[in-house]
């Protein structure tokens, strides 16, 4: 048909107002889904790019690249057990169900029916509590089909619809999958840099302890006060209280990852104590435009659009008249072994027309609604596009910043242990007061401490720079219905090199 009736028809207010004479003009009219990706939403490149970097996008198995066997082990678990995944493989089944539903729609449905039956004659043969009456027989064998001819592809735009909603619970499972992976790598790393601000805790009440031996002597030799004892006690009270608090926020990570693994979180371990033994991989990012390629997020967003265009078809297809065939054919005798001859079949078939002439506005309210829909799914699939370009430049920025802030604190650290090493020895040999000790002590500790913490934010970094670039998935080429402008030219070149 064309575009101008088309379009004509998608703008008009009043579609039952000559009717018949559009009719033959709307035959097929299925029309493609808005394009919405504006060339000027994808970046030329990242701002936060990292140089220098061979790999460029993740690969499947992200998660081996930190070299944790441990690691490797609970995701692969948890994508057979995780409960969050296995809610979302039920909505694929669900979506796939959906699909078969609106699949039938395009073919005839038959029905076949047999009957005996026995009942009274009316002839006097025989008697049952004084009513004399006699019995027959009757057979049947009836067939019938219908078929509602999709001449206006109300049905096709269903299935599309059916179609483009399981491609979306597709990826919204991928999508899942990526999450549930990031977060089990980054509550994996929680329990460990835990475990290791634990150790540092209690590395300080050991040198506290340690000071506190030598401040006992010189107090018993009258060569320090009281008050040097005090305030070395209080410290290591202080240390000590922030002890209980650590252990209880690595106690809830480990409940927290059991969770994610779908056990409960009694006798669960990490058998895993440091995250030395780690290395932090780090990945580039190709062509920006080919993100959203590899965000299964955005390409459930893009799934959503195409499935709610397909729903507006539909409900503009629904104002025009739909056909139906029907026939049936029975065979009926009052004996089974004369039942399939020819003088006992009967026939008929036929033709039914149904256009719908006043349904007090129920289907302008349908097209409206599906309208206001897809409006809905673009600003949707616009906000998807933004914020998987937004997470990837944050999870730039995130890798870049933490890794400089951790080269810092590793020189501190060092150069804190070398302070707080002079300060004990000038100590013990007279030449300092407690006061420098405790200020080299508190310097040294906050610093490991701080140390710990940056490494987990870098380490969650990297975890999130793999998700926020897809986690190695990739969408098929066939299956995408959002283009730039160049994307559209690009493929169109490409089409015309393979001829």
Same mark, same amino acid.
């Given at each position: 048909?064309?575009?101008?009736?088309?379009?004509?028809?998608?703008?008009?207010?009043?579609?039952?107002?000559?009717?018949?004479?559009?009719?033959?003009?709307?035959?097929?009219?299925?029309?493609?889904?808005?394009?919405?990706?504006?060339?000027?939403?994808?970046?030329?490149?990242?701002?936060?790019?990292?140089?220098?970097?061979?790999?460029?996008?993740?690969?499947?198995?992200?998660?081996?690249?930190?070299?944790?066997?441990?690691?490797?082990?609970?995701?692969?678990?948890?994508?057979?057990?995780?409960?969050?995944?296995?809610?979302?493989?039920?909505?694929?089944?669900?979506?796939?169900?959906?699909?078969?539903?609106?699949?039938?729609?395009?073919?005839?449905?038959?029905?076949?029916?047999?009957?005996?039956?026995?009942?009274?004659?009316?002839?006097?043969?025989?008697?049952?509590?004084?009513?004399?009456?006699?019995?027959?027989?009757?057979?049947?064998?009836?067939?019938?089909?219908?078929?509602?001819?999709?001449?206006?592809?109300?049905?096709?735009?269903?299935?599309?619809?059916?179609?483009?909603?399981?491609?979306?619970?597709?990826?919204?499972?991928?999508?899942?999958?990526?999450?549930?992976?990031?977060?089990?790598?980054?509550?994996?790393?929680?329990?460990?840099?835990?475990?290791?601000?634990?150790?540092?805790?209690?590395?300080?009440?050991?040198?506290?302890?340690?000071?506190?031996?030598?401040?006992?002597?010189?107090?018993?030799?009258?060569?320090?006060?009281?008050?040097?004892?005090?305030?070395?006690?209080?410290?290591?009270?202080?240390?000590?209280?922030?002890?209980?608090?650590?252990?209880?926020?690595?106690?809830?990570?480990?409940?927290?990852?059991?969770?994610?693994?779908?056990?409960?979180?009694?006798?669960?371990?990490?058998?895993?104590?440091?995250?030395?033994?780690?290395? &932090?991989?780090? $990945?580039?990012?190709?062509?920006? +435009? =080919?993100?959203? *390629?590899? #965000?299964?997020?955005?390409? /459930?967003? @893009? !799934?959503?659009?195409?499935?709610?265009?397909?729903?507006?078809?539909?409900?503009?297809?629904?104002?025009?008249?739909?056909?139906?065939?029907?026939?049936?054919?029975?065979?009926?005798?009052?004996?089974?072994?004369?039942?399939?001859?020819?003088?006992?079949?009967?026939?008929?078939?036929?033709?039914?027309?149904?256009?719908?002439?006043?349904?007090?506005?129920?289907?302008?309210?349908?097209?409206?609604?599906?309208?206001?829909?897809?409006?809905?799914?673009?600003?949707?699939?616009?906000?998807?596009?933004?914020?998987?370009?937004?997470?990837?430049?944050?999870? &730039?920025?995130? $890798?870049?910043?933490?890794?400089? +802030? =951790?080269?810092? *604190?590793? #020189?501190?650290?060092?150069? /804190?242990? @070398? !302070?707080?090493?002079?300060?004990?020895?000038?100590?013990?040999?007279?030449?300092?007061?407690?006061?420098?000790?405790?200020?080299?002590?508190?310097?040294?500790?906050?610093?490991?401490?701080?140390?710990?913490?940056?490494?987990?934010?870098?380490?969650?970094?990297?975890?999130?720079?793999?998700?926020?670039?897809?986690?190695?998935?990739?969408?098929?080429?066939?299956?995408?219905?959002?283009?730039?402008?160049?994307?559209?030219?690009?493929?169109?070149?490409?089409?015309?090199?393979?001829?």
């Amino acid at each position: 048909m064309s575009k101008v009736a088309c379009w004509w028809f998608q703008r008009w207010r009043h579609p039952w107002r000559g009717l018949p004479a559009v009719a033959l003009l709307m035959v097929g009219c299925a029309t493609h889904v808005p394009q919405v990706l504006a060339p000027q939403v994808s970046p030329k490149r990242f701002s936060g790019q990292i140089i220098g970097i061979d790999q460029v996008w993740p690969q499947p198995d992200w998660w081996r690249t930190f070299g944790s066997p441990e690691l490797s082990a609970l995701i692969e678990k948890a994508h057979a057990a995780n409960l969050d995944l296995a809610v979302a493989v039920a909505h694929v089944m669900e979506a796939q169900a959906q699909t078969s539903i609106q699949r039938a729609a395009l073919f005839p449905q038959i029905n076949a029916q047999a009957q005996a039956l026995r009942s009274p004659s009316g002839q006097s043969a025989q008697s049952i509590s004084g009513q004399s009456y006699s019995t027959g027989n009757s057979f049947g064998l009836t067939f019938g089909a219908s078929y509602a001819a999709d001449f206006w592809g109300l049905a096709r735009d269903n299935l599309r619809a059916s179609d483009e909603a399981l491609k979306s619970a597709r990826f919204t499972q991928q999508a899942v999958a990526l999450t549930v992976t990031a977060n089990i790598a980054s509550t994996y790393f929680t329990v460990l840099v835990l475990r290791a601000r634990i150790a540092i805790a209690n590395e300080e009440i050991a040198a506290i302890n340690d000071i506190l031996g030598t401040i006992n002597l010189r107090v018993a030799t009258g060569m320090s006060s009281h008050l040097d004892l005090a305030q070395e006690q209080a410290q290591v009270e202080s240390v000590e209280a922030q002890l209980p608090m650590l252990e209880e926020q690595e106690l809830e990570a480990r409940v927290a990852l059991a969770v994610l693994l779908g056990e409960p979180p009694e006798g669960f371990e990490v058998t895993t104590q440091s995250p030395d033994a780690f290395r &932090l991989p780090l $990945v580039g990012v190709g062509v920006p +435009s =080919e993100l959203l *390629l590899r #965000r299964p997020d955005v390409a /459930a967003a @893009e !799934a959503n659009l195409a499935a709610a265009h397909a729903n507006l078809d539909a409900a503009r297809a629904a104002f025009l008249p739909q056909f139906a065939l029907t026939g049936n054919g029975a065979f009926a005798s009052a004996a089974v072994n004369a039942l399939l001859h020819g003088p006992n079949f009967a026939w008929d078939f036929g033709a039914d027309l149904l256009q719908t002439v006043f349904d007090g506005g129920k289907l302008l309210g349908q097209k409206r609604l599906a309208y206001a829909t897809q409006e809905q799914l673009i600003a949707s699939y616009r906000s998807a596009v933004l914020n998987a370009y937004a997470d990837v430049e944050n999870a &730039l920025g995130q $890798v870049t910043n933490s890794g400089n +802030s =951790e080269n810092h *604190l590793e #020189r501190e650290v060092e150069s /804190a242990r @070398e !302070a707080f090493k002079i300060a004990q020895l000038q100590y013990r040999q007279g030449t300092t007061d407690l006061l420098t000790v405790l200020q080299a002590q508190q310097t040294l500790f906050s610093a490991e401490d701080q140390l710990a913490q940056i490494m987990l934010a870098r380490m969650r970094a990297v975890v999130h720079l793999f998700e926020a670039l897809g986690g190695g998935w990739m969408e098929h080429p066939d299956e995408r219905t959002q283009f730039t402008s160049s994307q559209v030219i690009g493929g169109q070149r490409q089409r015309l090199a393979e001829r």
